[in-house]
DNA sequence: TCAAAAGTGTTATCCTTACACCCATGT
DNA sequence: ACATGGGTGTAAGGATAACACTTTTGA
């Protein structure tokens, strides 16, 4: 790196002027038994993680090493979620700590008990985005009333429209609006309008109460917000759900395995035609009859579309020339 | 941040033993006259960039302040791209550089003259990204012969095959299966086959000849790609274009820019009607007469439709229920 | 026989794509 | 008149969403 910047650098040399601490921090999810689970450390309140060291070979590389170090659990897929900074105490020094975050798919060892982490269901932190079963009832009843009495704390009639306007969209008011990938919009003005339990550190004046929904350390639960947010709008566009599953499954596993993912409900008929018609799978000739009912055939991966298929992803009205 | 690892941390005080210094690098995009352009340093050669200070505020004014130091252009919308580290030798010392990498669009003050920066077309870095007057010659005339000798070159037939299809799927075979949005893929596979000059300072055995294309200090052309890459998936379901665009324009001069963006031409008619309709714009009123034919409405962008919509992005089968 | 889940058929609707054509201005 | 770009109509085809229905098992 040789940017012309360099000359105007204080301490170029050996100096530890503007140096940081770079943290890799993990967003790892599994699915289990149709629920969506994160790895967590500690009393299930924060994200595993740890710095990048020097004798890691690249940042992910140092994430696998810090996962790994830290549940003895070892990932497949992961992805770059996010990078942001904080200014942070370090003993009597304030010095910079840039988080860099990842996005991590695995299958859970439902064996395995560990007293330094464990896994818990992403609705246990996020409670309204869960609408397999409907709306949640906190929606309606407790957060649009504390979101509208926050609105209504706006210092102008324009500050108001614009916040009721903005939760409003974030929650959809009526069924069919509900757009399940604004998870971190959600909590970020949740965390604005201080009803999460975060939001209160930050010398916030915020109303005195605090909505359902289990807190993290520091902006871990904001991280957590952005990883769900970012697999519900990649299930639809990359086949990443395989990543989560088992070498073999029925369709409905497969549904109900999207479902927990995206907090809905899909329609089965069509949800097989749009498995089957793109290719993502193929049988084994086998069944399976366990949960009653008709046995089910069972299906594999088909690996190979990942390199066959790249994404259409055309909208632009392109002419041919 | 006190998340569990902290007691392993090497000098956790103020020893710098895993410090790391933080680069923020911009990719600023402009499109003047129907060409899309960069925001350069130097001889063309660099993207602005520099160290992210203890004074920042945010990674986000951080980069604000560098591109506006180096450059005197104001940005407008900013959004992170990628953050990815090296490791690098300053001074004696190995260090690590961790590099946060943000596209930026804005307009284009065509009256500035500066020798310390330029503006230049990123299709003189990336001449086989341009398919508007169909698929550029260098393609099947250079690229094309040089891959497939670099995937012959192969130790073993799986390898073989791996890379042929790679460049085929990355470069399409034939032109309805060109897909604009692979700028980073291509790029890294000509990278991987040595074809381009920033390969080689790594100990590349690669080929002797380096295709067209201006190369660019250490990774920045990788970053460039991502940035092109990025915007050109994103015009196609957020309304970025308009950051780009004079306060009233044609649905012709907005077609251009488009088609300046994603390096093919699209279909007229129905390009106005997909506008229109999405209520993205709304009529001046007024008309311009300027570049022959029928005088053409103008139109501006509509601000509240940022507001209103937040993106369909459905794509699963949704039950109602 | 009934419940539960597997699976198939079919239609209405909307969106995308393509083609054909007319309109208004300058030279 | 004609070249150039502006602008509208419309029909074919495919994807999506919704509904109705049959099949195969276990209790």
């Not at 996005?103 to 008990?113: A, C, H, P, S």
């Not at 990938?181 to 605090?210: C, D, F, I, P, W």
């Amino acid at each position: 790196m040789d940017h012309q910047a360099k000359g105007t650098r204080k301490g170029t040399g050996g100096g530890k002027g503007n140096d940081v601490k770079a943290d890799l921090i993990a967003v790892v999810v599994a699915v289990t038994k149709g629920e969506p689970r994160v790895l967590t450390i500690g009393q299930a309140s924060a994200l595993p993680s740890g710095p990048f060291e020097l004798d890691h070979r690249s940042l992910q590389s140092g994430l696998r090493a810090w996962v790994e170090r830290q549940t003895s659990h070892p990932l497949g897929y992961i992805e770059q979620l996010y990078t942001f900074a904080d200014r942070d105490r370090i003993g009597d020094e304030l010095q910079r700590v840039i988080s860099i975050s990842y996005l991590g798919l695995t299958r859970e060892d439902q064996t395995e008990r560990s007293p330094t982490h464990g896994w818990h269901g992403w609705y246990d932190y996020f409670p309204w985005e869960d609408h397999r079963s409907g709306i949640p009832a906190i929606v309606p009843e407790i957060l649009m009333p504390q979101l509208q009495a926050w609105a209504e704390d706006a210092d102008d009639p324009d500050m108001h429209h614009d916040r009721w306007q903005r939760a409003t969209i974030a929650f959809g008011l009526d069924e069919r609006d509900w757009n399940e990938e604004l998870v971190l919009q959600r909590y970020e003005l949740l965390h604005e309008a201080a009803l999460v339990a975060e939001a209160k550190h930050s010398g916030n004046t915020g109303s005195a109460l605090s909505i359902p929904g289990r807190p993290m350390t520091a902006d871990h639960r904001r991280i957590l917000a952005t990883g769900i947010g970012r697999l519900r709008t990649k299930i639809k566009y990359r086949p990443v759900v395989f990543e989560l599953m088992p070498a073999t499954f029925t369709l409905l596993q497969l549904q109900r395995t999207v479902e927990a993912l995206a907090g809905r409900l899909v329609h089965k008929p069509n949800f097989r035609r749009l498995v089957e018609q793109q290719d993502l799978v193929e049988g084994t000739g086998e069944t399976m009859s366990d949960t009653g009912g008709r046995p089910a055939k069972l299906f594999r991966f088909r690996q190979t579309v990942l390199a066959e298929r790249t994404v259409a992803g055309t909208k632009l009205p392109l002419s041919r020339a």
